[in-house]
């Protein structure tokens, strides 16, 4: 008999003691925000979608290598030797033409660990979160200041630059082939 | 007063009837119910610290009538098998068991909707109309889960109608009158005539029913949230429950009609407990009108106390509801036949001894 | 309230009855993600759960094979996602004992920090959806308030709020930000009145008390024959938790006591102690947050990192307390730069195992409530 008054008096006081609760919190202000007339201000950290200053890049691939879902795909040209590709902003003379520099975002996992390996520190991440498309397409972006037709150019050069060697050195080598011979003629 | 203008305009005192039973449906619970679905967004928003709808007008106030503009354009799914009278009638039952209430409600002491001697009576009678409403909706659906929660609304409905009838009957045997302007107009003067104090007229008897009253009072107060299917007692339309509601067919304007059906219900049964304990539409501290000598301005006054107390157990309602888990089904029925149905029982027999002594 | 089955299939008229089966689908919004629950009923009783996993299968443990040491973290965050710290701290606990390498002081002292800081998170998550299952609206939101502080704190130390890639094996990837110490006192300071607010709120709450207490009990013995970890076994009443009893990482120099389910408010081993002692669970480690907060010493949290982790052969089991039970990491290395086999021991997955005995002659209404109370996460059941 007691507990069945007990039961009801006790349900009755946390009741109450519940009510309470909520009703001191309506004078509490909100904690949200309107988001997009007021946006927060991120952290410095933060971790959003990378940027490549691809004129610091020297193609050395230690970022696609380390990332896990393999979204990076670079690609590289050797550069003649008369050609000058320029300095990076910390000094270092560069010696690839990169020809390809995508990231696919639908693939990034944002986890940052391309960002440590680059010795240059050209890929970096930046605060930006609001870049949705419509088409899955659009969100491979392509780093690289090249035209289409300066990449195959680069890439055409350095196949001639290659073919020329090639060409040089199967003469070096006939020539060696063929001095030896009259040199035997001779003696 | 009312009622002699609609005669005068239209010369027969039938369609006057008519027209003065209808007046409260439009004129205060439809702008109430949209009212209502606004305010408890924002009062459910500022419980949890945050803001509530915004961008809808100022502060969202607007936010409800886009929401119904956006219910009649969607397209009215009807299931298959489903049993087509009954399908379109149950709303039509659940609406009509809502508003039909409001003909007997006192709102000012020179308008009330209809001035039926048997008043409290009435409003039982008709809100038993919601149930059969309900379990139409629930059969009619042709889907085993909304029939189980149908059967349990049903059953919740039903057995919660007694604790409330038992408390009516101690305040009716109190007062003498079923009819409710008569039990309004009972407690004029100031607020210590109100029932909850103990009832007009001046006596050790007025002391001695204050507990009583008060137990009375919470009684019926716990009754009727479960009549309007609130939390605590919301099984028919939990989302997160494993059976599905007895609405869970309908779509569009019919849904529309179980929605607003409910906030009028919730408005209606705060008037009753305001109408039964508080007072009805009495000041609690007597009339600015009889002040200023302006006696035109009392029934204006007397609506917005009404209206006050109507709103303010509504707020309790709504602040109830975001605070209170969900009761499972076994211990709402517990709660009503082992709890809320003796207590009440013996609160009738107690008033009733010290109301002959 | 439990009801014996019988079960003979024709009652005394011989009129025969069936079982009915019903499916609480993948999508549903009480199961914590994509679970498929098939219910066996008798009436409104439930004599048989079967629980159908595996809508969540992303393949870690293939994955894990194919990446580097370095390259598995982003991984095992994604796991547990309610609780990524203690995920990379189990898995880098696993690599550095392979390894055998000694970590600097401060690296230590800040993983503790960290995974304590992501306990109470994940208790947050636990509690305010619990009780939202009850119907309880509104501690859900208080609970998720206070949660996003934490996140905050964590945003500002390595860039993201739930996928971190923060504990590294050999170190941390970044040092703690500046305001951090500060920020995380003021934290500490804040929170506390919180909890006593919850316990107002939520957890003394009668009504609450009605629908979890007693119901689901799961009593010590077949606790431990199921396999059963964390705080779900200590409701049951067993003492048992591996900061204590097997310690790693610098545990063994902080102060703070490990909370025990109690008879006092429903039987040892129900669905409300179990929700208890999470709510216990976040003092203690406010306490011990506050201790390490004050011990901490300087030094380089990215000086052990090796250049190149490529491990001996060997094989190594180390395990975590998760904040949702024993989180162990198997991992098998052949001498190359890539793990051979790594296997987890997802805690989430084991306690599943253990609702049907717990459902056996409850109602419909209840599965839920003793499937909040297990507090599983799809993402560590699945992997």
Same mark, same amino acid.
């Given at each position: 008999m007691k507990s069945y008054f007990k039961t009801a008096w006790e349900a009755l006081l946390t009741v109450f003691i519940g009510m309470k609760v909520t009703f001191k919190h309506l004078f509490v202000p909100a904690v949200t925000i309107q988001y997009p007339d007021v946006k927060l201000q991120l952290p410095e950290r933060e971790r959003n979608r990378l940027y490549v200053n691809i004129d610091d890049c020297i193609g050395c691939d230690q970022c696609a290598r380390a990332c896990p879902v393999s979204c990076i795909t670079i690609e590289t040209v050797k550069g003649l030797p008369s050609e000058d590709l320029g300095k990076t902003s910390g000094g270092k003379k560069k010696a690839l033409w990169v020809t390809k520099f995508d990231i696919d975002f639908a693939k990034c996992c944002y986890c940052q660990l391309c960002v440590f390996p680059c010795p240059t520190e050209c890929i970096y991440m930046t605060d930006v979160y609001e870049f949705s498309e419509y088409e899955r397409e659009n969100l491979i972006y392509d780093f690289v200041t090249l035209t289409p037709e300066e990449r195959e150019q680069k890439k055409a050069n350095y196949a001639r630059f290659e073919a020329e060697k090639a060409a040089e050195k199967a003469a070096a080598a006939a020539a060696k082939v063929a001095a030896p011979k009259t040199e035997e003629n001779k003696g | 007063m009312i009622y002699d203008f609609f005669h005068n305009l239209t010369g027969s005192y039938f369609i006057a009837d008519i027209i003065q039973a209808i007046l409260p449906l439009f004129f205060f619970i439809l702008p109430f119910a949209l009212f209502a679905v606004w305010w408890e967004r924002k009062v459910s928003a500022h419980m949890q610290d945050r803001l509530g709808p915004m961008r809808v007008g100022y502060h969202g106030a607007l936010q409800t009538i886009a929401d119904i503009l956006k219910l009649f354009q969607k397209e009215d799914i009807v299931a298959k098998d489903i049993d087509k009278p009954l399908f379109n009638l149950a709303p039509v039952l659940v609406f009509i068991?809502?508003?039909?209430?409001?003909?007997?409600?006192?709102?000012?002491?020179?308008?009330?909707?209809?001035?039926?001697?048997?008043?409290?009576?009435?409003?039982?009678?008709?809100?038993?109309?919601?149930?059969?409403?309900?379990? #139409?909706?629930?059969?009619?659906?042709?889907?085993?889960?909304?029939?189980?929660?149908?059967?349990?609304?049903?059953?919740? #409905?039903?057995?919660?109608?007694?604790?409330?009838?038992?408390?009516?009957?101690?305040i009716v045997m109190i007062t003498g009158t079923l009819n409710l302007n008569t039990l309004s107009e009972m407690q004029t003067g100031h607020f210590w005539n109100w029932m909850i104090l103990g009832g007009p007229g001046f006596g050790i008897a007025k002391f001695l029913f204050i507990p009583f009253m008060i137990l009375g009072f919470l009684i019926i107060y716990i009754s009727t949230l479960a009549e309007v299917n609130r939390v605590p007692f919301d099984i028919p339309e939990a989302e997160s429950e494993l059976v599905a509601g007895y609405h869970t067919e309908y779509s569009g304007m019919k849904f529309a009609m179980f929605f607003l059906a409910e906030y009028a219900n919730m408005f209606a049964v705060s008037a009753i407990v305001a109408a039964l304990f508080f007072g009805g539409y009495q000041s609690p501290i007597g009339y600015l009108g009889n002040l200023l000598n302006a006696h035109w301005l009392i029934p204006i006054e007397q609506l917005f106390w009404f209206t006050a107390k109507g709103l303010f157990f509504v707020f309790v309602q709504m602040w109830l509801r975001w605070t209170l888990p969900r009761l499972r089904v076994d211990q709402l029925m517990e709660t009503c036949w082992k709890y809320l149905i003796p207590i009440a029982f013996v609160d009738l027999i107690i008033v009733g001894l010290i109301t002959v002594l | 309230m439990s009801v014996e089955i019988e079960n003979n299939k024709e009652t005394q008229n011989g009129i025969k009855t069936e079982q009915m089966v019903l499916n609480l689908g993948p999508q549903h919004p009480s199961t914590h993600g994509v679970l498929r629950l098939e219910l066996e009923l008798e009436g409104e009783i439930i004599t048989k759960v079967t629980p159908h996993i595996g809508y969540l299968h992303r393949c870690f443990e293939k994955h894990a094979e194919a990446m580097t040491y370095p390259q598995v973290v982003p991984y095992t965050d994604r796991m547990d996602y309610l609780s990524a710290m203690y995920n990379e701290f189990g898995y880098a606990l696993a690599v550095e004992k392979l390894l055998g390498i000694e970590l600097p002081e401060r690296v230590e002292y800040i993983r503790v920090i960290m995974g304590e800081f992501q306990r109470i998170a994940s208790h947050l998550v636990a509690i305010g959806t619990y009780g939202l299952d009850i119907g309880a609206f509104t501690p859900f939101l208080y609970c998720f308030r206070d949660r996003e502080r934490i996140l905050s704190l964590f945003e500002k130390t390595c860039g993201a709020r739930l996928l971190y890639n923060y504990i590294w094996v050999g170190g941390l990837s970044h040092d703690l930000h500046p305001d951090f110490v500060r920020e995380a006192k003021e934290f500490v300071k804040y929170f506390k009145p919180n909890i006593k607010e919850l316990n107002d709120l939520l957890t003394m709450n009668k009504i609450f008390i009605e629908r979890t207490a007693n119901v689901g009990v799961l009593p010590v013995e077949t606790a431990i024959n199921y396999g059963i970890s964390g705080p779900n076994l200590r409701a049951s009443g067993l003492k048992w938790d591996i900061r204590k009893n097997d310690p790693y990482s610098v545990y063994h120099k902080f102060d703070f006591d490990i909370p025990v389910g109690k008879n006092d408010i429903g039987t040892v081993g129900d669905s409300w102690n179990r929700y208890y002692i999470r709510v216990l669970e976040m003092e203690q480690s406010l306490r011990i947050i506050e201790q390490a907060l004050e011990q901490i010493p300087e030094g380089d949290v990215t000086s052990a990192i090796p250049k190149r982790i490529k491990p001996p052969v060997g094989q190594v089991y180390s395990r975590v307390e998760n904040p949702k039970g024993e989180l162990g990491y198997f991992i098998i290395s052949n001498g190359s730069t890539s793990p051979f086999r790594v296997k987890v021991k997802g805690p989430s997955f084991v306690h599943l195992g253990v609702l049907n005995e717990l459902c056996k002659g409850r109602m419909v209404a209840d599965v839920i409530a003793i499937l909040g109370s297990i507090d599983i996460v799809l993402g560590e059941v699945d992997r």
């Open positions: - | 068991g809502s508003y039909g209430v409001f003909a007997a409600i006192p709102f000012t002491s020179a308008y009330i909707g209809a001035n039926i001697d048997l008043g409290v009576f009435y409003i039982v009678a008709v809100s038993g109309l919601a149930v059969a409403g309900i379990l #139409m909706a629930g059969w009619a659906s042709n889907n085993k889960y909304s029939l189980l929660g149908a059967m349990r609304s049903a059953a919740q #409905m039903v057995s919660y109608e007694i604790p409330t009838i038992l408390v009516i009957v101690s | -």
